[in-house]
């Protein structure tokens, strides 16, 4: 079964980058309607009633982060879009700016006509500079055309859109982060409460959005929120953007209709095509790097033995013990051969270097482990170091200012969780090789 | 080099001009990002204390307000670098499909190791962590391009266009 299309319903179209292709596939439709027929709160129902949760991975309803927004006389509000994609495994939030930039310059404009935004921002990851331009570009378009600007479509609506680099940091996809960075300063996130929605960019009302949330508006308003949450299953409504990669024969971003089973998403050719080299499947991060690993038995079947979906809900059936989460959609494949302990080094190498290092159990977390899983890999482990490891993460988990310590912690309590066996193999093996080094007195052989 | 020599020409000056307006009367700090990669664009690719004084001096802020930004994230060059700055992703995804491969094979035919600079200064080998390329693993990042799904030869082809080039590589 093909799933519905929202997003990328016209990605494929020659040219669709430029303003006036994008006219001719519905394009600035929802805006139309938005500005010519409906009041700014009518769009927030439309979006509450849509069920969108946040896509940017924590999930979060949409409708419900706008309607917290303080609106105090005469301050302005902003809407600022979260394209600070950086979770090691998710590419979609790329895919969508450089195929369809003006679907999102639609979404911004729209939702910040819902919330009384006069000035918004798209925050875009630095190394990100390709899509800069190409953001920039559509924006340049969009103020000729009179779709931004004063008066918008002869609304009254005035509203300014700029492009803000970022300087190369994963912690600024944290809301609070990135705020602090696009007010030119180190991103450290901020502690919270107050909120974004209250206190926000420069102390003003705030609503920071992911760049997948903030497109799925433009098919809320046109089709209306009750048509996107017949979409999908239970509170998982609508489409999601889930980017493939790893061991698989089709790696992509994939719009897929919330439900899809992981099994058929993983070997169905409408998605990732099987494993790669016809090998079998060992294990799925399935929401990017931060969500727990699962083996081959857990990800296809929940411990309950009934299949496993692609919704928020059915990821992370059983908690972490036996399940995972949706996350930013950031599906990670591993075939057989796959070192989940060398993979888990990588992950533990890239929190060491983006902990922004104020809170002391992440700085000096992140960095444990790190040292940890390489002396484990270099064959100077003790089984005691996989315990030593299982605490160093328990003691991040819950005690930082922003969730970078539990993306940290996460990953490594999973790999342990399910895959303790092969920790004790990278120690034991070494182990035994020392021994038999040191009985035949071969010490001065070149490491194996 | 001192301060004084240190000036953004005409155009750079005009996009200073358009990058402050983006922010609200008073708010201009704002600007830091967008001008440091200016700033690194335009002076040779790197940041060096004078020309953090100088952007610092732009958006009417003590200098320590500047460093203390431009050590905190990854894309700012605290040191010269080589004039094609080599940026190889080693997360996870591409970790899988053979990361480690092309570092080796790049770290043997530049006969450098990572970080290093070749000896005419042409190339320069960076370790990175994930560029959100996993899709079309291995990869590696050379100024504002991407440079993906690479494999040997590619990898023989994109040097010797470069070397053919020769021109700065940078992300603005």
Known sequence: MMSKKLLLKYDHIPGIQALDVY?????????????????????????????????????????????FLAKPESVPRYLVCNADESEPGTFKDRYLMERIPHLLIEGMIVSSFALGAKTSYIYVRGEYFYIIKILQNAIKEAYAAGLLGKNILGSGFDLDLYVQPGGGAYICGEETALLESLEGKRGNPRIKPPFPAVAGLWGCPTVVNNVETIAAVVPIINDGGEAYAKIGVGKSTGTKLISASGHINKPGVYEIELGVPVEEFIYSDAYCGGIKNGKKLKAVVAGGSSVPILPTELILKTAKGEPRLMTYESLSDGGFATGTMLGSGGFIVMDEDTSIVKNLFTFARFYRHESCGQCSPCREGTSWMEKLIKRILDGNGKISDIDLLWDVQSKIEGKTICPLGEAAAWPVAAAIRHFRPEFEAYINQHNTIKEVKHYYRLNNLAEV | MTTEEIKF???????????????????QKSAMLPLLHLAQAEFDGWLSPSVMDY??????????EVYEVATFYSMFNLKPTGKYLIEICQTSSCWLCGAEDIIHYLENKLEIKTGQITKDGMFQLKRVECLGSCGTAPMFQIGDKYYENLTFEKIDSILEELRNENKRSTYV
Do not use: C
């Open chain 1, 23 to 67: 006219r001719k596939h519905e394009g600035y439709s929802a805006l139309e309607k938005a500005l010519k027929s409906m009041q700014p709160d009518e769009v927030l129902e439309e979006v509450k009633k849509s069920g969108l949760r946040g896509r940017g991975g924590a999930g979060f309803p949409t409708g419900m982060k706008w309607s």
């Open chain 2, 9 to 27: 020409n005409d155009a750079a000056q005009h996009k200073v001009q358009e990058i402050l307006a983006q922010y609200p009367e008073g708010k």
């Open chain 2, 55 to 64: 952007v610092a001096s732009i958006l009417n802020v003590q200098p320590i």
